[in-house]
């Protein structure tokens, strides 16, 4: 598992986007509950929202929680699954290009990546190590 800090990636359910996003960590409430994130699409900055219980609706459960962290969806399991699942060949990442969501990018710099959001001509892109958003179609 990697240390959750302030500054790092996470998947977080975003309240205004209303989708699982690449967040950054703004606040911690302990070193393994995150208080605040931002959105890396929306600059909103909300309380994090585990993104595996975002889509359910109710309580389950009235276990007692307290003192078993959330499961935190990592940049890089989150990475390893989408890369696992996608059947796409990757392309090299050139500003110039034109890419869609679901493509498998090669970047100089960040290595394989997977386009998880395409807004305008910018493309949110899962690397292993972080979530970037680039420029694409210039
Ligand atoms: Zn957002």
Redesign the pocket.
């Known amino acids: 598992m990697s240390q959750l800090t302030v500054g790092k990636d996470v998947l977080s359910y975003?309240t205004?986007?209303k989708l699982n996003?690449g967040h950054t960590i703004v606040a911690m409430k302990d070193d393994k509950h995150i208080a605040k994130v931002k959105?890396n699409?929306?600059n909103?900055i909300h309380a994090y929202k585990d993104p595996s219980t975002s889509s359910k609706q109710g309580k389950t459960r009235t276990k007692k929680t307290e003192g078993v962290p959330s499961k935190v969806i990592s940049v890089s399991d989150l990475w390893m699954e989408k890369m696992s699942k996608t059947k796409n060949k990757s392309t090299p990442y050139a500003m110039d290009g034109r890419f869609h969501q679901g493509d498998v990018i090669d970047h100089s710099k960040f290595g394989p990546g997977i386009v998880e959001k395409v807004v305008d001509d910018k493309i949110e892109v899962i690397f292993r190590h972080e979530i970037k958003t680039l420029v694409h179609n210039k």
């Open positions: 975003c205004k986007c996003l959105c699409t929306c909103t």
